[in-house]
């Protein structure tokens, strides 16, 4: 079973910026889907952004053009750079392998994004 470990949130003001950071182990990282998706206190989890194996992405209407999701398959690290935060974006942020095969799909721990006014 593979596992996700999620670092770099934080606490920053609006407009500022954080990049969070996915290792991921147990898989062949390369031919992996690999998404960031966030849960505000009392909100149902959400996608944010996806990227492909081959690096094509997808992004949630609420941060496109702010937020750029990448990989480093050398690394096995997908990454999430987050710039002109809004306190609406404050959320535990979790990464995930997706897969059509239900236990092939795993999760991160979430790491938390406070963004103040």
């Not at 480093?72 to 095969?101: F, G, H, W």
């Amino acid at each position: 079973q593979g596992q996700a470990v999620e670092s770099g949130g934080g606490l920053v003001h609006a407009g500022g910026s954080l990049r969070l950071s996915c290792v991921a182990s147990g898989i062949v990282f390369s031919t992996s889907t690999m998404a960031w998706y966030r849960q505000a206190p009392g909100k149902q989890r959400e996608l944010v952004a996806s990227i492909l194996s081959g690096s094509a992405t997808n992004y949630a209407d609420s941060v496109k053009g702010r937020f750029t999701i990448s990989r480093d398959n050398a690394k096995n690290t997908v990454y999430l750079q987050m710039n002109s935060l809004k306190p609406e974006d404050t959320a535990t942020y979790y990464c995930k392998r997706e897969s059509r095969i239900a236990n092939l799909a795993f999760w991160g721990q979430g790491t938390q994004v406070i963004v103040s006014s």
